[in-house]
């Protein structure tokens, strides 16, 4: 089993930066996905962005256009940690961040083969003021 936890999120401006981290324990990944989905009040759960490796120093990544040019999605293998760089934040980015992970036989190359994870993280609030 593997346990997501999410950590960063916060009350920021408008224009404003922030980092969420998500922590991986438990079994451990060899060929991997991990990454962020987000759910605006009223909303459904959409894709953020995703991070996948077919070795330890290859990474893939994949994004939502809505985020394309402000968000930036990372891995730490040493930590198991994945981290998402937001910046420009607009208020329109306000919503529930969740972690996501699956294992998977290939890098994912397209948004919607990281759709059905296997292991989620409890989501952390993001709340962007105009």
């Known amino acids: 089993q593997v346990q997501l936890e999410e950590s960063g999120g916060g009350l920021v401006q408008a224009g404003g930066s922030l980092r969420l981290s998500c922590a991986a324990s438990?079994?451990?990944?060899?060929?991997?996905?991990m990454g962020w989905f987000r759910q605006a009040p009223g909303k459904e759960r959409v894709f953020v962005a995703v991070i996948s490796w077919s070795s330890p120093s290859t990474y893939y990544a994949v994004y939502a256009d809505s985020v394309k040019g402000r968000f930036t999605i990372s891995r730490d293998s040493a930590k198991n940690t994945v981290y998402l760089q937001m910046n420009s934040l607009k208020p329109e980015d306000t919503a529930v961040y969740y972690c996501a992970a699956k294992n998977v036989p290939r890098p994912i190359r397209i948004a919607t083969d990281f759709y059905e994870c296997d292991y989620w993280g409890q989501g952390t609030q993001v709340t962007v003021s105009s």
């Open positions: 438990g079994r451990t990944f060899s060929s991997a996905a």
